[in-house]
């Protein structure tokens, strides 16, 4: 059962805020997080898909059927909140078997379905208790199953982890991943957590002014971003301005850098993206010159346990580093296989003018 978006735009009326050209796929059993800064279109993403918001132009398919202008209740898919929305007064098999309830299943076998979806989200022995009773993951996983026990054509999460502790959004990822894979189904994971994001999704996808900046796996989006947008967003990043100065030898504000400039001629303006965990520090100064070599003044020093995260002023520019040393750092080396060379930021994704309320 699989979902995609066919050139899809909606756009507020009264506004130049939505989503344009959205041209997406979520496979059978593939989990999509979507992630983007505040007003990317993420939100709106999902309102499409569930129903409660209408393209006004493209078509939105549910395992191949067309389901632009069904009604929410007509689309067979199961939600979960960030508020979980449970009912108080119900116990918790209530609570799970209320979407069948709603299509006339009878009591018997709603009852068996519901206990059997509570059991598989590790709460079998919870069915007679009231949600008031459970914690914020417990409560979270009854709405999973909830979710699920209709056997839906799609899952869409909308935050559901936000609400947590860190401690439970450790545990709840690790359960809605299990739940998700073992359900097999098409899921929509909508999230401000780029960790949750990049833990989680099979496929992460970046939005940016209502547009998809790139869709790729983990990993991928990390290590190989298509733009200094994406680059930026996504985790941490050195992101230094430069010129291909000769093949193999890039200049900035910080010196030369030597490294791969394959694809970009003599005389190109790039961006150099480096990680931060990518730069190496050094505890003495080298004795003579090394290729890739800085030192400077240390600007910022942050401990933050596991991790140390210092700025080193050099030149006209700043390294980022991110280590588990915590000695004094006199030098830092940049590898040059950490180095991935982009091109100059295009101009930020517009919206299409305004030219009235959607007809």
Known sequence: MSVRFENVSFRYPGTTTGVFDIDL??????????????GSGKSTLLKLLSGFAVPDTGRILVDGKDVTHLPPHERALGVVFQ?????????????????LKVRGIPKTERQERARDALARVGLGDFA???????????????????ALVFSPRALLLDEPLSALDAALRHGMRDEIMRVQRKAGIATLHVTHDQEEALSMGDRVAVMSAGRLEQVAMPRDLYDRPAS??????????????????????VST????????????????????????EHVVPLLELPSGPRPNVFFGHMAEDRFLGAVRRCDLEVGGGTVRIETSIRAAIAAVAVPPDAIRLL?????????????????
């Open 128 to 146: 007679e208790r009231a949600p008031t009773s459970l914690s914020g993951g417990q409560q979270q996983r009854v709405a999973l199953a909830r």
């Open 228 to 249: 200094r947008r994406v680059a930026a967003f996504v985790g941490h990043a050195n992101l230094w301005e430069g010129m291909v100065v000769a093949p193999g030898l």
């Open 25 to 38: 796929e979520i496979a059978t059993g593939e989990l999509l997080a979507v992630i983007g800064p505040s």
């Open 83 to 99: 508020s979980y929305a449970l009912f108080p007064h119900m116990s918790l098999w209530r609570n799970v078997a209320y979407p």
């Open 253 to 276: 504000r910080l010196g030369e850098l030597v490294c791969d400039t394959a694809g970009f001629a003599t005389g190109a303006d790039v961006i150099a993206l480096v990680r931060p």
């Open 343 to 359: 091109p100059p930021e295009s101009p930020s994704p517009t919206r299409p003018a305004h030219t009235g309320n959607p007809s």
